[in-house]
């Protein structure tokens, strides 16, 4: 089942792995909130972070259909990574996951790579051949 929110018909989940960098998370989970992308569900997993409560509060406001995840411990980007696909795989409707680095938010305000960036439209993200 979609998350509250969920655009019908989408299929794209993004994941944002969170450790101590509330600020920049809550960048790049606004700029995805500003593109018209249709996002089934937002996945954020949270690697034990002390900041964790600001994050929290910060999710709030966003009109996002998200989900944080807190970890008692620090599973390391990988770990939370595998962590958050295992999730994703249960709910049928997710077809594409985009693992985004929380520092990502000047890329993700471009947009480009929702075109499947078919040129290189000069952000410093796309070369034209993803």
């Known amino acids: 089942m979609a998350e509250p929110g969920a655009a019908p018909g989408a ?3 993004p994941v944002v792995i969170h450790y101590e960098t ?11 909130a500003a593109l018209p ?3 089934r569900r937002v996945l ?3 690697n034990a972070s002390t900041d964790v409560a600001t994050l929290a509060a910060g999710i709030e406001r966003l009109a996002l ?3 944080l995840i807190h970890n008692p411990d620090n599973l390391g980007f990988a770990g939370a ?3 958050a696909v295992r999730r994703l795989l249960e709910d049928p409707g997710v077809a ?3 693992m985004l680095n929380n520092t990502t938010a000047s890329a993700i305000r471009c947009g480009c790579w929702s075109r499947a960036c078919r040129a290189d439209c000069g952000c410093g993200s796309c070369r034209g051949s993803c």
């Open 11 to 13: 299929d794209l989940a």
């Open 22 to 32: 509330a600020a920049g998370t809550l960048a790049c989970l606004e700029s995805l």
């Open 37 to 39: 992308l249709g996002l």
């Open 44 to 46: 954020v997993i949270d």
């Open 65 to 67: 259909p998200l989900e």
């Open 81 to 83: 990574s595998e962590q």
């Open 96 to 98: 594409r996951v985009l």
